[in-house]
């Protein structure tokens, strides 16, 4: 394949679609060009297992914003979905960033779109936008302050308490914060697929079944399975609850990823994923389908050709920037 035809494919696909020698070493190869590009290979806890343990870090949406804050390698390959590496890119604006696959997007960040938040914060002249990171350079550019939910909690308590506040797009993350700092937020009508799906009766079944377990689960969850939960949490947060209880069983509902580094942290745990409406899947667990668009195959290509770049245009990236430092001060 020549690098034309290479290059239709990732316009086509999202990702360069790039025969690879099959007696390659792939992860000798990965580690060889990280090396030689001076790469820094940024994964969220929802990736694989064989690319988290590849990873230079693994973390959750804020902890991945901190270090690629930091980072002082020449290029960062984001292993995740595509508003963490625009974020990256916001933050690097003269590194390469590079997204294995430009078709891992969120249903969070879909659910916003540029011109009806634009329309819906005209209609509310008086409110301050806290958005969650979960969102497009577009509309973080529209936003006061950025969080994730790691720290939602103690950027919704930084505003006044005389101050309006618009919170989007996760109308689920916004519900749990109403009822957590008794500030009444208007709310956008976004949702993560992913952590809405999880069944009320299959988890009471397995609470049953597992009566000492503790559930746990991601604030992105409808409101009537946070009523259930014993910890609701960020995925870092569900990974030092389930490390510093003293139980022994967990119910976990977030995406199945997570269960690789929570095994890693307290193997002697039983860790049962909480398993969504419609579980056809082998695992009876919740995967989402943006963050397993990346492959090794995927992120070797990215890294021979530096290929796929996100781009953010200048102007964009200086207005979206001041909602993410904002949410890094605070933080
Ligand atoms: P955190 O990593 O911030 O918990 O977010 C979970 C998520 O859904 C990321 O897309
Ligand atoms: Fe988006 Fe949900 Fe997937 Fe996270 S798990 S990337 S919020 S769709």
Redesign the pocket.
Known sequence: MNKEQALKSLHEKGYLDIPIDKNIDLIAEINRLRKEKNVVILA???QVAEIQDLADFV??????AQKAAKTEADMILFA??H??AETAKILNPDKKVLLPDLLAG?S?AESAPKEEFETFKKEHPDHIVISY??TSADIKALTDIVC???NAEKIVNSIPKNQKIIFAPDRNLGSYLIKKTGRDMLLWNGA?T??EEFSLEKIKALQKQYPKAKFIA?P?SRDYILDLADYI??????LNYVKNSDAQEFIVA??SGILHKMTQIAPDKTLIPAPPVDDDNACACTE?P??KRNTLEKIYLALKYELPEVKVEKELAEKALVSIQRMLELS
């Open positions: 969220h806890y929802y973390g959750d949406s804020l902890a991945l995740g979905v508003f963490m969120c969070l990171v979960n994730t939910s790691s993560c992913v952590h991601h992105e949490g960020s995925t870092s947060g569900l977030t995406e989402c943006y963050m």
